[in-house]
Every structure is written in C-alpha cells, then in structure tokens.
C-alpha cells in the first residue's frame, strides 16, 4: 500500500480564516513533507518533518505552521493567509534517509486551497 | 545550485508513437526517479533508479540511470490517450538531510 491520504481535497477560504490541512500516511514512514505548488510547476518543498521532529524549514513565512502529533499524522496550519498562497498544498513520505534507505517520496492527492 | 534540465516544455505525439524525455544536470545524483501528474492530483512515481547505468522497465516504461550520474531518460512506447499529464523527474543527492530537486516537468499531450 502506497497510499497518502490528504483533506480536505478543496478549500476555500478568507484572508482572516484559520484553517487546517491534513495529511495520513499507513506505510510505516518516518519522514513527512509539506510542499507547495503552482499550476504547470514543479512543487516547491516547504517543510520536512523526520521522527516527527521539524528537521527542514525552507523559510516559510510564519502563516503556514506545521504539525506533526504522530508517526503517521501530518497537519498544516493556516492564518492570515494571501491570494498569492493559493496553490495545490501536496504532502508526501518517505522512509528516512539513512543507510541503504531508499529516496522515493509518495505523494498525496493534494489540497487545493483558494484564498479569497 | 542543483537544477536539472527538462525540455522541450511540451510534446505533441501521435497515439502509438513512442516517446523519450530527458533530464539533464552538471551535477552528479545518486537516486533519479520519474513521476507523472495528471491535473489536480499528486504526482504518481512512476520508476526509481539507483545505480549509473541502471535500466528499469514498469510496463510501456523504460528509464535509464546515466552511466555520468548526471543524466537520466524516460521511454514511453506505444502511447495512449491515458499517458497524458505532466511528467517531472526528480533527483537525489547524496546526504541525509539532502532535498529531492526536481525538474520543471514536460506536459505530453497524446492525439488520438
């Protein structure tokens, strides 16, 4: 089973909103990421969780706050959030890279997120 | 920094027609792997690749790890209507904490 599951699969929301992003994985994973893409771009990596510890940011602005409460959850946090961050948000996993470990990152379905 | 190099930007083939992408860099990678994304969903892996020189088949796919380390190809022979999206390879770099880099990905349209 290679399957990361995300929700909402569309979301809409206001400048003022707080809103939630969520991501699951049952592959046994320990690493998790957050990226951000543009229609007709490659996703551009935002965050990287390994062992459920933050191990990159890729200097996020501060609106965008992840979560990772467990091995298999990942959650994207939104706040005051701008028409330019509208995108399709799209989390992955793989196995840490460590040792004969391989590389290859499963990507969820996304979110499309629409900032009004 | 690390880039790889994916063009043409588009390709217009013939349905039954075999196609080949390239992706290029000036730097050395030790995993390449090529994914397809259909629009609104995640990119799908399609093949990894571990070894230089490396040959893997995933059914009308063919991928090949160049022997330089710094390339790779992608063959998709006799399309189909369904090979449509965008296809992106990606490389990996030696290094734990090192970040998959990928290319700016080939949009392949399929005329019945």
């Known amino acids: 089973d290679t399957e990361v599951t995300q929700t909402p699969k569309h979301l809409v929301m206001g400048m003022t909103n707080k809103k939630s992003l969520k991501c699951e994985q049952h592959?046994?994973?320990?690493?998790m990421y957050w990226y951000k893409q543009k229609a007709k771009k490659p996703p551009e990596l935002m965050f990287v969780y390994s062992y459920e510890k933050l191990s990159i940011n890729e200097s996020v602005p501060s609106r965008f706050s992840p979560e990772c409460p467990n091995s298999s959850l990942l959650n994207l946090h939104l706040h005051a959030l701008q028409p330019e961050d509208s995108a399709l948000y799209l989390c992955?996993?793989?196995?840490?890279?460590?040792?004969?470990?391989?590389?290859?990152?499963?990507f969820g379905p996304g979110t499309r997120l629409t900032v009004t | 920094g690390q880039q790889l190099n994916q063009s043409p930007q588009s390709m217009f083939i013939q349905e039954g027609e075999d196609v080949s992408m390239n992706c290029t860099s000036s730097s050395i990678f030790n995993t390449w792997l090529w994914y397809k994304q259909d629009p609104g969903e995640g990119p799908v892996l399609l093949i990894a690749l571990y070894k230089a020189g490396e040959l893997t088949s995933n059914g009308r796919l063919t991928a090949q790890f160049g022997i330089t380390r710094k390339d790779s190809f992608l063959n998709i022979s006799a399309s189909i209507p369904s090979d449509v999206g965008i296809y992106f390879c990606a490389a990996h770099p030696t290094g734990a904490n090192s970040k998959l880099t990928f290319g700016k990905g080939i949009t392949l349209s399929v005329r019945p």
């Open positions: 992955a996993s793989s196995q840490p890279q460590t040792g004969e470990t391989t590389y290859e990152q499963y």
């Open positions: 592959m046994g994973h320990r690493a």
